[in-house]
């Protein structure tokens, strides 16, 4: 009964990322004519595409890169094309199938059985994901500071225009009812003697565990702070890896005539990229669209069309460039048995 009560739980949880992932497309497309963007889908250069299909590689060795200085950091050494085999099975993952397993999730499993540093290892993954996102944070900004005034006030424009104040105040009740709702059941389970015992049993177990996640947790944190050069090489090799990727969105969008200010696209895909880790739809499945069609039609004023097309452009990309992943989980080349790592001595 516990089997056929968690795989039901399972296909829910498929299900609803299913339909969160529908709605997500509906509301990125809603309003287009998707004829149009079918005729501007056709005149992009397919040597432009395959370019873009290669820079998107290019991106994703030296992400790998990024990788492995995060693991030497904590004294683990994997050899690169091992490492190229991991990533590129949790790329497959992220971007090609609807699990609720994410692709750092799998990297970090699978990395964990390999070297005796466990949980460094897996933190290594974490880490890696963070100054990623600092990265795209950062790039994001900096763009953002070389705006045009004209540029800049259309962005706090559209932002206004966006009410979230109004909204997030509008919805002030139901968080209240949460909220009300989590402390009523929590204080139903602390009076009742049964279920009182059952969780006090439960919290002095989790403390246990968490007090010694945290202080292998600390001792990671402490290395990767005195490792400070390490954290630098890979925030620059982040700036370098996603901006050849945008670099490729850019000759695309060239060449599809999107019109929209080259410093643009530096601002709005890493936004689009950040939303889009959002565990709101798998893979970011028509968040990362629908954010790239408000920003470029209503920021710098390209047609819709346009926009949705480059959005496109950017999904077909990032899936066809995840198909070797395929490949590498058929062949089972990911395996144990095909990894040669060797780890020094803390001493060491």
């Known amino acids: 009964m516990i089997k056929v009560n968690a795989r039901n739980k399972k296909r829910l949880i498929f299900l609803l990322r299913f339909v969160v992932a529908a709605a997500a497309v509906y509301l990125a497309f809603r309003g287009a004519e998707m004829q149009k963007v079918w005729q501007v889908l056709k005149s992009l250069n397919l040597w432009i595409l395959l370019l873009g299909l290669i820079m998107y590689w290019i991106s994703q060795l030296i992400f790998v890169l990024r990788w492995q200085v ?26 090609c199938l609807p699990s609720s397993v994410g692709g750092d999730l799998l990297r970090a499993w699978y990395v964990t059985k390999h070297t005796d540093k466990k949980f460094e290892a897996a933190i290594s993954v974490f880490v890696d994901r963070a100054i990623g996102l600092l990265g795209l944070v950062l790039m994001a900004f900096v763009g953002f500071c070389f705006l045009p005034k004209q540029g800049t006030k259309q962005l706090v424009d559209f932002a206004n225009n966006l009410h979230l104040t109004d909204k997030l105040y509008a919805a002030r009740w139901y968080f209240l009812a949460f909220s009300a709702a989590v402390i009523l059941i929590l204080t139903a389970i602390l009076i009742i003697p049964r279920t009182r015992t059952a969780f006090l049993h439960f919290f002095s177990a989790l403390k246990q565990k968490l007090s010694l996640v945290f202080l292998k947790l600390r001792k990671a944190v402490i290395v990767y702070w005195g490792k400070k050069t390490a954290l630098l090489i890979a925030l620059m090799l982040t700036f370098l890896c996603q901006g050849i990727f945008i670099t490729a969105l850019v000759l695309i969008g060239k060449n599809i005539h999107l019109g929209a200010p080259v410093r643009y696209y530096y601002i709005f895909i890493p936004i689009s990229w950040v939303l889009g880790t959002l565990p709101i739809s798998p893979g970011g499945v028509g968040v990362v669209e629908g954010v790239l069609r408000l920003l470029f039609s209503q920021v710098s004023g390209v047609l819709q069309e346009n926009a949705i097309a480059l959005a496109l452009c950017q999904r077909l990309l990032w899936l066809l460039g995840s198909l070797p992943g395929a490949v590498i989980h058929m062949m089972g080349v990911h395996l144990p048995k095909d990894f040669s790592i ?7």
């Open 70 to 95: 995060l693991l030497k950091a904590q004294s683990i050494q994997i050899g690169y094309w091992p490492t190229v085999r991991l990533h590129l099975l949790g790329l497959f993952y992220n971007n």
């Open 342 to 348: 060797d780890y020094k001595d803390d001493n060491g």
